[in-house]
């Protein structure tokens, strides 16, 4: 059974930083793209980061330059690193996988979900 299990979420006041771990179990996806969504309250859940299964990555207009994803694949996890966090980013983030390589910015191509991470960021 695959799991995606999320941490780090939190409070942090503007400008400030988090970084959100996904630890994947029951298999691996170093070959297969891995994302970050999230979702406001009222609102669409929406595309942040992806990482292909080459690691190439891929970032929403509103978080580039601010957010990294990367992945460690000994450890089967996927990371965000936020910086310069606005209270616009304040949202339930999700982690995502597929079973595919590349990355896609719709929700419905992903096979795998985590449980979803609150992060709020205080102005």
């Known amino acids: 059974q695959v799991q995606l299990v999320e941490s780090g979420g939190g409070l942090v006041q503007a400008g400030g930083s988090l970084r959100l771990s996904c630890a994947a179990s029951?298999?691996?996806?170093?070959?297969?793209?891995m994302g970050w969504f999230r979702q406001a309250p009222g609102k669409e859940r929406e595309f942040v980061a992806g990482?292909?299964?080459?690691?190439?990555?891929a970032y929403a207009d509103s978080v580039k330059g601010r957010f990294t994803i990367s992945r460690d694949n000994a450890k089967n996890t996927v990371y965000l690193q936020m910086s310069s966090l606005k209270p616009g980013d304040t949202a339930v983030y999700y982690c995502?996988?597929?079973?595919?390589?590349?990355?896609?910015?719709?929700?419905?191509?992903?096979?795998?979900w985590g449980q979803g991470s609150q992060v709020t960021v205080s102005s």
């Open positions: 995502a996988a597929r079973s595919g390589f590349y990355v896609h910015l719709t929700s419905d191509a992903y096979d795998y």
């Open positions: 029951g298999r691996t996806f170093s070959r297969s793209a």
């Open positions: 990482l292909s299964g080459s690691g190439g990555s």
